[in-house]
T-cell receptor, first 115, second 109 residues
């Protein structure tokens, strides 16, 4: 089955620790994205990547870092510099950023709680 | 002004009712429009794309009005299973989609 996997589903960390969220896709999609969702709010773009070894900041990149060493994988690191890291993190992918019309497909998400 | 704006609701409707949501967007150069559905504590899932000519999928109809910069979603014969948050999604010109905050629908028996 093709799809996007994120792990773990729930993650608990102490304040001051960096944490890396996993995102893997086997859809052969070029573009991948990370969003954050807070309760009762919409999705906010953290980072996105069009191709391997290239990524761009989204609207709320401060305190986050990413890498794209493989087409299938786009891990997100939440650093200790992120002021309010507790949130629902969603990874998505789409066929090609250069197409004018494209839909995104989402993984099941990771709920991060930092105390 | 937000790039994509939606009425947060909630819209509480009885089973069988027809309900409509609107969404406005600010960038007149936007080319791609979608409605996504998000169930509580789950990931968003694509419900339907919105084309200039409008499109229909069963009980769901989506319309685009470029002149007024809004898109709409009409749900006919509401089912209990339609209860969810509906996200309006627009390509606002950069290489990523912009999501509205969502409209919550609660269908009641």
């Amino acid at each position: 089955d093709g799809g996007i996997t994120q792990s773990p589903k729930y993650l608990f960390r102490k304040e001051g620790q960096n944490v890396t969220l996993s995102c893997e896709q086997n859809l052969n999609h070029d573009a991948m994205y990370w969003y954050r969702q807070d309760p009762g709010q919409g999705l906010r773009l953290i980072y996105y990547s069009q191709i391997v070894n290239d990524f761009q900041k989204g609207d709320i990149a401060e305190g986050y870092s990413v890498s794209r060493e493989k087409k299938e994988s786009f891990p997100l690191t939440v650093t200790s510099a992120q002021k309010n890291p507790t949130a629902f993190y969603l990874c998505a992918s789409s066929i090609d950023l250069n197409r004018p019309i494209y839909e995104q497909y989402f993984g099941p998400g990771t709920r991060l709680t930092v105390t | 002004r937000k790039e994509v704006e939606q009425d947060p609701g909630p819209f509480n409707v009885p089973e069988g009712a027809t309900v409509a949501f609107n969404c406005t967007y600010s960038n007149s150069a936007s080319q791609s429009f979608f409605w996504y559905r998000q169930d509580c504590r789950k990931e968003p899932k694509l419900l339907m794309s919105v084309y200039s000519s409008g499109n229909e999928d069963g009980r769901f109809t989506a319309q685009l009005n470029r002149a007024s910069q809004y898109i709409s979603l009409l749900i006919r014969d509401s089912k209990l299973s339609d209860s969810a948050t509906y996200l309006c999604v627009v390509n606002t010109g950069r290489r990523a989609l912009t999501f509205g905050s969502g409209t919550r629908l609660q269908v009641q028996p």
